[in-house]
Each structure stands twice: as C-alpha cells, then as structure tokens.
C-alpha cells in the first residue's frame, strides 16, 4: 500500500540550530511531494512541493527539502530555526497514477523550538 | 482574496446525531475535496468533487456523503455520528484536480461528539 512515513513524531531544537525532519515514502514510481505546516487551530499551509526538474527545492520562511529517488526521501531541513517555527509539519504525496487529488499524509512531526 | 471558507469552525453533537459541514473554495477553484484530521495523524482522504461530479471516495462508510455546489461550494453530512468521528475536518480547494496541483486548505471545522 502507499504510505509515507514520517521518522520522529517529535522533534526538539534550539533556537538558531538545524531543523531536519525526515519523510519517507513507499514508491518506486517517482511522486509528487509537499510539505505543509500546521499551526495550533489553524489548517495546513504549503511550504514548498517537488514535481520534476531540480531535486533540491526552495519554500517559504527559508526551508527546503531535497528529492532523492534512490532513498525515496524528501526530508526538510532549514539552517537556523526560529521560535516562529514551532508548528506541526506534514509530509504529503500524490501520486501520478492518480486521477484524483488524493494527498496521502503522513503522521506529522511536531517541532519543537527551545530559546 | 478569501482563502478557503469553512463552517461551523466548532460544534459539538451527540452519538446518533447528523452533521453538516459547509466550504467555500478559492474563487476561480473548481475541485473540493475534504479530510478527516485526528487528533495526532495526519489528514486522512475522505471525498474529492470536481465540477460538480465525485472523482474520488477515500475508506470511509457510508455515513459520509458530500455534495458540490454550481457555485463550487461544497458540504460534507456525516449521518448516525460515532465518538470516533469526533476530529477536525478539513476543505482544500484546487483549480483541478492531480498531477502538481496544490491544495489550499482552510482552517476547519472541529466537531465533538459525546
């Protein structure tokens, strides 16, 4: 079945340290691929979204994420965390067979950003 | 521009009862579709509607139902409610439907039910 996996239900990091949250997902068959952000008593808002073409892809509020095909990852990272970033993050997929806009999630990853 | 319109934002039921959950999409957006977020997963598919017509049903009884609008506007019923419907469900409008396209979601709706 099509999953993705999320390694890390819970995440901690320091203010100014490197975010890193890891995804995974179970296709030989390339994906679209999102990451979106969920705030407290918000819904979810997109960070960045690989298609095709370049494999390292830039979002918004300075993070990005990388595509490897070999490892079928697509783990996001940004350089120096903010106390802003403190949310929920969800790692989401699309698969091009589909007719249908289905996003496959996965379980989320909370972050948590220490001062 | 209104991002992607839910109500109620909140509303509590009963086991047994029926619910209504109203969406506005994007204007211009012509596909809606709706998720169900647990307390602690991921959103989970339930329904996909483009121009009106169902182009996707993910695992879910048939106690839901959803329905599009000609205004592109959109509702979900979920009839007989289980405490384990109890969730926040979400609305994403798109202007179509797979490949890239990107779901805008809105910031849902939190049903309760005892």
């Known amino acids: 079945a099509q999953s993705v996996t999320q390694l890390g239900s819970h995440v901690s990091v320091s203010e100014g340290a490197l975010v890193l949250l890891r995804c995974n997902y179970s296709?030989?068959?390339?994906?679209?691929l999102f990451w979106y952000v969920q705030y407290p008593n918000q819904g979810l808002q997109l960070l960045l979204k690989?298609?095709?073409?370049?494999?390292l892809v830039k979002g918004i509020n300075g993070f990005e994420a990388e595509f490897k095909k070999s490892e079928t990852s697509f783990h996001l990272t940004k350089p120096s965390a903010h106390m802003s970033d403190a949310a929920e993050y969800f790692c989401?997929?699309?698969?091009?067979?589909?007719?249908?806009?289905?996003?496959?999630f996965g379980q989320g990853t909370t972050l948590q950003v220490k001062p | 521009d209104a991002g992607v319109t839910q109500s109620p934002t909140h509303l509590i039921k009963t086991r047994g009862q029926h619910v209504t959950l109203r969406c506005s999409p994007i204007s211009g957006h012509k596909s809606v579709s709706w998720y169900q977020q647990v307390l602690g997963q991921g959103p989970q598919f339930i329904f996909q509607?483009?121009?009106?017509?169902?182009?996707g049903r993910g695992n879910f009884p048939d106690r839901f139902s959803a329905r599009q609008f000609p205004n592109y506007s959109s509702e979900l019923n979920v009839n007989a409610l289980l405490l384990g419907d109890s969730a926040l469900y979400l609305c994403?409008?798109?202007?179509?439907?797979?490949?890239?396209?990107?779901?805008?979601f809105g910031a849902g709706s939190r049903l309760t039910v005892l």
């Open positions: 690989y298609t095709t073409g370049a494999t």
């Open positions: 509607y483009y121009e009106k017509e169902e182009r």
């Open positions: 296709s030989s068959v390339p994906p679209y």
């Open positions: 994403a409008s798109s202007y179509e439907t797979a490949g890239a396209n990107v779901l805008t």
């Open positions: 989401a997929v699309r698969y091009g067979s589909s007719n249908t806009g289905k996003l496959i």
